[in-house]
Protein backbone atom coordinates (compact mmCIF):
# COMPACT_ATOMS: atom_id res chain seq x y z
CA UNK A 1 0.00 0.00 0.00
CA UNK A 2 1.53 3.58 -1.17
CA UNK A 3 2.16 5.21 1.84
CA UNK A 4 3.12 8.68 0.16
CA UNK A 5 1.22 9.68 -2.40
CA UNK A 6 1.93 12.38 -5.40
CA UNK A 7 -1.41 12.57 -7.19
CA UNK A 8 -0.45 14.82 -10.02
CA UNK A 9 2.11 12.71 -12.66
CA UNK A 10 3.21 15.99 -14.76
CA UNK A 11 3.38 20.08 -14.16
CA UNK A 12 4.53 22.31 -16.63
CA UNK A 13 5.30 25.90 -15.74
CA UNK A 14 6.87 28.80 -17.56
CA UNK A 15 10.27 29.92 -16.30
CA UNK A 16 9.86 32.62 -13.65
CA UNK A 17 6.59 31.80 -12.14
CA UNK A 18 6.02 29.45 -9.42
CA UNK A 19 5.92 25.27 -9.30
CA UNK A 20 3.94 23.99 -6.48
CA UNK A 21 3.95 19.95 -6.42
CA UNK A 22 1.98 18.22 -3.62
CA UNK A 23 2.42 15.11 -1.53
CA UNK A 24 0.17 13.69 1.10
CA UNK A 25 1.23 10.72 3.40
CA UNK A 26 -0.92 8.35 5.39
CA UNK A 27 1.57 7.15 8.50
CA UNK A 28 1.71 10.03 10.95
CA UNK A 29 5.00 8.21 12.83
CA UNK A 30 6.90 9.72 9.82
CA UNK A 31 9.76 12.56 11.55
CA UNK A 32 11.06 14.02 8.10
CA UNK A 33 9.80 14.32 4.73
CA UNK A 34 12.08 15.02 1.95
CA UNK A 35 11.98 16.06 -1.78
CA UNK A 36 14.38 14.56 -3.88
CA UNK A 37 15.22 15.62 -8.00
CA UNK A 38 15.71 13.23 -10.18
CA UNK A 39 17.26 13.60 -14.25
CA UNK A 40 17.43 10.68 -16.65
CA UNK A 41 20.17 7.82 -16.09
CA UNK A 42 20.77 9.45 -12.99
CA UNK A 43 20.22 8.59 -9.10
CA UNK A 44 17.85 10.99 -7.03
CA UNK A 45 19.76 13.59 -5.47
CA UNK A 46 18.18 15.36 -1.97
CA UNK A 47 16.74 18.78 -2.57
CA UNK A 48 15.09 19.80 0.78
CA UNK A 49 14.02 18.27 3.88
CA UNK A 50 11.28 18.98 6.88
CA UNK A 51 11.33 18.11 10.72
CA UNK A 52 7.92 16.90 11.37
CA UNK A 53 7.96 19.45 14.40
CA UNK A 54 8.77 22.26 11.66
CA UNK A 55 5.60 23.86 9.39
CA UNK A 56 8.16 25.48 6.66
CA UNK A 57 11.55 25.08 5.68
CA UNK A 58 13.83 27.48 2.82
CA UNK A 59 16.52 26.91 1.42
CA UNK A 60 16.99 29.52 -1.47
CA UNK A 61 14.31 29.13 -3.72
CA UNK A 62 12.98 26.04 -2.39
CA UNK A 63 10.34 26.26 0.14
CA UNK A 64 8.87 22.89 1.79
CA UNK A 65 5.60 23.24 3.49
CA UNK A 66 4.23 20.65 6.21
CA UNK A 67 0.70 20.67 7.36
CA UNK A 68 0.23 18.06 9.51
CA UNK A 69 -3.05 17.88 10.25
CA UNK A 70 -3.63 17.35 6.37
CA UNK A 71 -0.74 14.74 6.26
CA UNK A 72 0.28 16.88 3.39
CA UNK A 73 3.59 18.96 2.42
CA UNK A 74 3.85 20.73 -0.67
CA UNK A 75 7.46 22.05 -2.54
CA UNK A 76 7.69 25.45 -3.99
CA UNK A 77 10.07 26.69 -6.49
CA UNK A 78 10.39 30.84 -6.77
CA UNK A 79 11.03 31.32 -9.38
CA UNK A 80 11.65 28.38 -12.14
CA UNK A 81 14.23 28.07 -14.47
CA UNK A 82 14.21 25.48 -17.19
CA UNK A 83 16.89 23.92 -15.38
CA UNK A 84 14.56 22.77 -12.83
CA UNK A 85 12.86 20.48 -15.75
CA UNK A 86 13.29 16.71 -13.99
CA UNK A 87 10.95 14.20 -11.71
CA UNK A 88 10.25 15.23 -8.04
CA UNK A 89 9.76 12.43 -5.50
CA UNK A 90 8.16 13.13 -1.91
CA UNK A 91 9.81 10.89 0.58
CA UNK A 92 8.69 10.17 4.35
CA UNK A 93 11.55 9.19 6.86
CA UNK A 94 10.90 7.07 10.28
CA UNK A 95 13.66 4.06 10.21
CA UNK A 96 12.30 3.54 6.54
CA UNK A 97 12.54 6.20 4.15
CA UNK A 98 9.28 5.97 1.81
CA UNK A 99 8.27 7.44 -1.84
CA UNK A 100 5.83 8.79 -3.71
CA UNK A 101 5.44 8.16 -7.38
CA UNK A 102 7.15 11.28 -8.37
CA UNK A 103 5.96 14.50 -10.82
CA UNK A 104 7.58 14.98 -13.75
CA UNK A 105 8.16 18.82 -13.58
CA UNK A 106 9.08 20.95 -17.54
CA UNK A 107 9.90 24.82 -16.93
CA UNK A 108 9.23 26.23 -20.06
CA UNK A 109 11.27 28.76 -21.03
CA UNK B 1 34.15 9.87 -0.90
CA UNK B 2 33.23 8.77 -4.25
CA UNK B 3 29.71 7.81 -3.16
CA UNK B 4 27.34 4.80 -3.42
CA UNK B 5 28.71 2.62 -5.67
CA UNK B 6 26.62 0.52 -8.14
CA UNK B 7 27.47 -2.33 -10.43
CA UNK B 8 27.11 -3.63 -12.67
CA UNK B 9 25.51 -0.50 -14.18
CA UNK B 10 23.46 -2.29 -16.77
CA UNK B 11 22.61 -6.12 -17.02
CA UNK B 12 20.97 -7.62 -19.67
CA UNK B 13 20.29 -11.39 -19.00
CA UNK B 14 17.81 -14.47 -20.45
CA UNK B 15 14.43 -15.04 -18.32
CA UNK B 16 15.33 -18.27 -15.76
CA UNK B 17 19.34 -16.60 -15.49
CA UNK B 18 19.93 -15.83 -11.68
CA UNK B 19 21.01 -11.62 -11.26
CA UNK B 20 23.06 -10.35 -8.82
CA UNK B 21 23.27 -6.36 -8.40
CA UNK B 22 25.61 -4.92 -5.71
CA UNK B 23 26.04 -2.03 -3.98
CA UNK B 24 28.49 -0.29 -1.80
CA UNK B 25 27.38 2.51 0.36
CA UNK B 26 29.05 5.45 1.82
CA UNK B 27 31.31 4.39 4.86
CA UNK B 28 29.91 5.57 8.16
CA UNK B 29 26.42 5.45 7.20
CA UNK B 30 24.00 2.42 8.77
CA UNK B 31 21.24 2.36 7.02
CA UNK B 32 20.83 0.60 3.37
CA UNK B 33 17.87 0.46 0.91
CA UNK B 34 17.06 -1.34 -2.08
CA UNK B 35 14.44 0.35 -4.47
CA UNK B 36 13.09 -0.65 -7.08
CA UNK B 37 11.85 2.25 -9.96
CA UNK B 38 8.65 1.71 -11.61
CA UNK B 39 6.32 3.96 -13.78
CA UNK B 40 3.74 3.11 -11.54
CA UNK B 41 4.96 3.15 -8.07
CA UNK B 42 8.01 5.60 -8.24
CA UNK B 43 10.64 4.17 -6.33
CA UNK B 44 9.47 1.01 -4.19
CA UNK B 45 10.98 0.49 -1.23
CA UNK B 46 12.33 -3.74 -1.41
CA UNK B 47 14.44 -4.22 1.81
CA UNK B 48 16.07 -1.64 4.06
CA UNK B 49 19.07 -2.57 6.88
CA UNK B 50 20.36 -0.93 9.82
CA UNK B 51 24.03 -1.92 10.87
CA UNK B 52 23.69 -4.47 8.63
CA UNK B 53 20.92 -6.24 9.67
CA UNK B 54 17.68 -6.81 7.20
CA UNK B 55 14.82 -4.33 9.75
CA UNK B 56 11.86 -5.03 6.92
CA UNK B 57 11.81 -7.18 4.02
CA UNK B 58 8.07 -6.41 2.98
CA UNK B 59 8.76 -4.74 -0.08
CA UNK B 60 10.26 -7.83 -1.51
CA UNK B 61 8.09 -8.98 -4.02
CA UNK B 62 8.14 -12.78 -4.34
CA UNK B 63 10.49 -15.13 -2.64
CA UNK B 64 12.62 -14.99 -5.91
CA UNK B 65 14.20 -11.43 -4.07
CA UNK B 66 17.12 -11.91 -1.88
CA UNK B 67 19.08 -9.18 -0.35
CA UNK B 68 22.29 -9.45 2.23
CA UNK B 69 24.68 -7.44 3.48
CA UNK B 70 27.55 -9.28 5.05
CA UNK B 71 29.50 -6.31 6.31
CA UNK B 72 29.22 -2.14 6.45
CA UNK B 73 30.72 -2.20 2.80
CA UNK B 74 29.05 -4.27 0.72
CA UNK B 75 25.32 -5.39 0.10
CA UNK B 76 23.59 -7.75 -2.58
CA UNK B 77 20.21 -8.12 -4.43
CA UNK B 78 19.90 -11.33 -5.82
CA UNK B 79 17.16 -12.46 -7.96
CA UNK B 80 16.81 -16.45 -8.94
CA UNK B 81 15.05 -17.12 -11.18
CA UNK B 82 14.59 -14.14 -13.27
CA UNK B 83 11.88 -12.89 -15.24
CA UNK B 84 10.62 -10.32 -18.16
CA UNK B 85 8.85 -8.18 -15.46
CA UNK B 86 11.67 -8.04 -12.76
CA UNK B 87 12.78 -5.17 -15.99
CA UNK B 88 13.43 -1.72 -14.02
CA UNK B 89 15.81 0.38 -12.60
CA UNK B 90 17.35 -0.89 -9.07
CA UNK B 91 18.56 1.92 -6.39
CA UNK B 92 20.98 1.35 -3.57
CA UNK B 93 20.77 4.29 -1.28
CA UNK B 94 22.81 4.47 1.98
CA UNK B 95 21.78 6.96 4.99
CA UNK B 96 23.70 8.15 7.97
CA UNK B 97 21.95 11.41 8.96
CA UNK B 98 18.99 12.24 7.40
CA UNK B 99 18.60 12.37 3.74
CA UNK B 100 19.58 9.41 1.68
CA UNK B 101 22.02 9.16 -0.92
CA UNK B 102 21.46 7.16 -3.93
CA UNK B 103 24.00 5.16 -6.42
CA UNK B 104 23.07 5.99 -9.94
CA UNK B 105 21.04 2.44 -10.18
CA UNK B 106 21.20 -0.68 -12.25
CA UNK B 107 19.25 -0.92 -14.88
CA UNK B 108 18.20 -4.51 -15.65
CA UNK B 109 16.40 -6.01 -18.56
CA UNK B 110 15.50 -9.36 -18.68
CA UNK B 111 14.55 -11.08 -21.92
Known amino acids: DQQVKQNSPSLSVQEGRISILNCDYT??????FLWYKKYPAEGPTFLIS?????DKNEDGRFTVFLNKSAKHLSLHIVPSQPGDSAVYFC????????FGAGTRLTVKP | DAGVIQSPRHEVTEMGQEVTLRCKPI?????LFWYRQTMMRGLELLIY????????DSGMPEDRFSAKMPNASFSTLKIQPSEPRDSAVYFC?????????FGQGTRLTVV
Open chain 2, 27 to 31: SGHDY
Open chain 2, 49 to 56: FNNNVPID
Open chain 1, 50 to 54: ISSIK
Open chain 2, 93 to 101: ASRGGTEAF
Open chain 1, 27 to 32: NSMFDY
Open chain 1, 91 to 98: AASGGDMR
